[in-house]
């Protein structure tokens, strides 16, 4: 489990850095624990609910844990005109589970997401950092294949 890193340069910490933090206890766990948070909070001299409300924040920190791969599918605009209804529905019937849920062998979890910032290859779709655009249903199967 990442720890918080003692010493006075952590004391009085800005947001950036305790994102950074979130991020690497993410990585490291699959989520961001309530003993992280914590133990965070506590190591930080922070209210609980400042660490908490940061990592519930933001779409790409979970609370909860998460699947080995991250499948996110872009929900704004851009995607939604290039049929992301499509892209989500395969999905589904590609892993069978429904957005906010984890496979039961814990291979993928599904999020919606707003922007990922590829709008111009829309519909587009993160699998963990990895990018891909111009999706179809025969595509989302085979990029779906490479992930274990």
Do not use: W
């Not at 965070?40 to 609980?48: F, G, H, K, V, Y």
């Amino acid at each position: 489990m990442t720890r918080v890193p003692q010493g006075s340069s952590f004391k009085g910490m800005d947001r950036e850095k305790l994102l950074i933090l979130l991020k690497q206890a993410q990585r490291e766990s699959a989520c961001i624990s309530r003993e992280f948070i914590v133990e965070t909070a506590r190591s930080l001299d922070m209210p609980i609910n400042e660490i908490y409300g940061l990592a519930s924040f933001y779409s790409f920190l979970s609370t909860k844990p998460q699947g080995r791969n991250i499948i996110r599918v872009c929900k704004s605009l851009p995607c939604y005109l290039q049929d992301s209804g499509m892209i989500i529905e395969c999905v589904q019937g590609v892993i069978g589970v429904t957005p906010g849920e984890t496979t039961a062998d814990g291979r993928f979890s599904f999020e919606l997401t707003n922007c990922i910032g590829a709008c111009d290859i829309a519909p587009a779709m993160l699998v963990n950092d990895d990018v891909h655009g111009h999706l179809t249903p025969g595509r989302i199967k085979q990029i779906l294949k490479a992930y274990k």
